[in-house]
């Protein structure tokens, strides 16, 4: 008996000493808050919703927040910042200039409606809500100054606008613009390809022809000109014409005029 209680006493200060598992947590938690609480009217409002999460159950990739600021508008897509692990918070720029938030008799309180942030975990979604602390909005003007009614006046229809350049003239003239760059670019690439086929029809002189205008043209240049002259003959021509061409390309006496111009017609008449 004794060695059963003891035991026993063992498991209970075991279970007693060992540390507790976090329970993972599947709910969002909202924080809304405005920056600053009281404002003059026409002043920007900086409106920050804060959603703090367990990473290990929420996807925060999956986080939307769906705010309705009216009747203050949102001047820019909200920044967003993570602050910490587990939490991330959308900031944004708020203004409202219309009636819905004019301090027509004194110090106005708003209450704008609350927020909701959704996300997923697993397969299903998660939402969470808070609620805007009130916003104090009072005039500009003196009290003196704000006696009878306020009201703003638009007109029901808007005015017909005025263009500095009519928009079918100024389509027309674009269109006739991009005609005649099309027109400019097709006259280019013809007078591109009619180039390519000019130089294309051109003659190439073949190794032998190249080598007989090289002699010939030596016969005028010095002794040196006709002996590379007919060394060039000597390797473009074929059988006794190209021997020929060697001997007298490095043969003393040096080669004559006459005689490299002889050879380039025996060449000519061969080729």
Known sequence: ???????????????????????????????????????????????????????RTVEPSSIRVQPNFNPYVATSAPAVQHPHAGAVRFRYSLLCVTEGCLPAKGERLLRLRPVTATARVGASTVTGTASWPALRITSRLATADRNGPVRFR???????????????????????????????????????????????????????????????????????????????????????????AADRAWSEPAPTPAGAAELADRAARTG
């Open 1 to 55: 008996m004794i060695g059963r209680a003891a035991a026993a006493l063992c498991i209970v200060c075991a279970s007693l000493g060992a540390p507790a598992v976090a329970k993972a947590d599947t709910t969002l938690h909202v924080t809304a808050s405005l920056n600053p609480a009281a404002v003059l009217y026409g002043d920007p409002v900086t409106a920050d919703v804060e959603v703090d999460y367990d990473p």
């Open 154 to 244: 638009y007109p029901a229809t808007l005015p017909t606008p005025d263009y500095r350049l009519a928009p079918g003239a100024l389509a027309a003239g674009l269109i006739a613009l991009a005609a005649l760059c099309a027109l400019s670019a097709v006259a280019l690439a013809g007078r591109e390809l009619a180039r390519r086929s000019a130089r294309s029809k051109v003659r190439h002189l073949s190794p032998l022809e190249l080598a007989i205008a090289y002699v010939r043209d030596s016969t005028g240049r010095t002794e040196p000109d006709r002996r590379r002259a007919l060394e060039l003959l000597s390797e473009a021509a074929e059988g006794e014409l190209a021997a020929d």
